[in-house]
């Protein structure tokens, strides 16, 4: 029975570094379809006036369709490629920064697929964004708070107060007085803190606003036990053993 199971776990290494290696180009492809798409719709859009007209209806019938695959092939080689990115940069910038060059892949390409396909299906896109100014003053006012979590994790990735693996302390009226705990994750909108037997999430703009220094217990065996071998500009909160 062990001689049979190392090749199997081999074969599924393989198939995995394989899958691996495969994932760019399906997103690269459908983003050749995708462009292949627009491209023949916009091509056929030029045969006629308008849809929905008597004349010229098998041109309205594949423009229509191209214009539904550009869709279709631009949302899968937007979800795909951002997903690659993260993928590439989480080993050099960290899983923070990764999921925010993700996120914005993700805004930037949807918004962009979204705004060709409304061209191609030749509504007006400039009087839907004037239509839709007070609608967004109005969703931008209702999702204030998770606006301001959002740019306040940007903030925090950008200034690095702390690090994952850092025990810190949390003070602010906000959360109640303080918190102590290890980071284990910066995410978009919470910071994860380890608080000794549960996972505390925290809201990014509430941390921004707090007073963050080093527990003090650790700190002080920090300093009575210094480590000589910590290479410069490394974090000065300190760090539990994981």
């Known amino acids: 029975m062990h001689l049979q199971d190392g090749p199997q776990i081999d074969l599924s290494a393989q198939v995995a570094k394989v899958k691996a290696k495969t994932r760019p180009w399906k997103s690269i492809i459908a983003l050749?379809?995708?462009?292949?798409?627009?491209?023949?719709?916009?091509?056929?859009?030029?045969?006629?006036?308008?849809?929905?007209?008597?004349?010229h209806v098998p041109s309205q019938i594949i423009a229509a369709a191209t214009a539904v695959a550009f869709c279709v092939f631009g949302s899968i080689a937007t979800y795909g490629l951002s997903g690659n990115a993260r993928s590439v940069l989480e080993p050099r910038a960290g899983t923070s920064h990764a999921a925010v060059v993700r996120y914005a892949l993700l805004l930037i390409g949807g918004f962009t697929t979204l705004v060709v396909t409304l061209i191609l299906f030749d509504v007006p896109v400039g009087q839907l964004v004037l239509g839709g100014a007070l609608t967004s003053v109005f969703v931008g006012i209702a999702a204030q708070q998770a606006l301001s979590n959002v740019f306040a994790g940007i903030v925090l990735l950008l200034a690095?107060?702390?690090?994952?693996?850092?025990?810190?302390?949390l003070r602010a009226g906000a959360l109640g007085g303080q918190i102590d705990g290890t980071v284990?994750?910066?995410?978009?909108?919470?910071?994860?803190l380890d608080s000794g037997g549960s996972i505390m999430s925290v809201p990014n703009s509430q941390v921004l606003n707090a007073v963050v220094g080093p527990v003090p217990h650790l700190a002080e065996e920090t300093v009575a036990h210094p480590d000589d071998g910590k290479p410069p500009g490394t974090s000065p909160f300190p760090s539990r053993a994981r």
């Open 32 to 55: 050749a379809f995708a462009i292949a798409a627009a491209v023949t719709s916009e091509y056929k859009r030029r045969e006629f006036t308008e849809y929905f007209n008597s004349a």
């Open 160 to 169: 690095h107060p702390f690090r994952v693996g850092d025990s810190i302390r």
């Open 184 to 192: 284990t994750e910066i995410g978009i909108t919470y910071v994860r």
